[in-house]
């Protein structure tokens, strides 16, 4: 915000009220010349916008499993504020934050995009990955959770 001066760039000296500027509410500031100078008073208007945080339709976060798709990262968040992101691009193999900083003279803020990229797990049982059985005997039941938690179906069952 700019500071008032006490002497306007025609000469006159005077006095500001409110004395200073507010960047946080909009206002009118009033300069009252110094008594004796053949001089009136003079007005400055501020108006104060309201910072906008840009918004986007994937959200301020994102967990995937390794090797999923990610967001393009769009140079317009879906409230009209332009900007780059850094970095440009969203990884979907390694966890990261995306930062996106508006164009300059835009009143924005920056806004944070941020990836989990958790890794891919292999189920495992406590039958192995193979078993072997005489004909005719006695085959186990396939399990709907893994020994590491996994749950899923078998194909076929």
């Given amino acids: 915000v700019p ?49 906008i945080t840009p918004t986007f339709s994937f959200g301020t976060s994102l967990s995937i499993c390794e090797g999923a798709s990610v967001p393009t990262l769009p140079n317009t968040s879906t409230n009209g504020i332009t900007g780059t992101w850094s970095p440009a691009t969203v990884s979907n193999t390694t966890s990261g934050t995306y930062t996106f900083t508006p164009t300059a003279g835009q009143c924005a803020t920056t806004a944070t995009f941020t990836v989990t990229v958790n890794p891919n797990i292999t189920p495992t049982f406590s039958f192995g990955t193979s078993l072997t059985i005489c004909s005719g005997g006695t085959v186990p039941t396939l399990p709907t959770t893994s020994t590491n938690g996994i749950t899923g179906t078998w194909s076929p069952a």
């Fill in 3 to 51: 500071t008032l001066p006490t002497t306007s760039t025609n000469g006159i000296t005077g006095t500001w009220s409110p004395a200073t500027v507010s960047n946080t509410a909009s206002g009118t500031y009033t300069f009252t010349p110094t008594a004796g100078q053949c001089a009136t008073t003079a007005t400055f208007t501020v108006t104060v916008n309201p910072n």
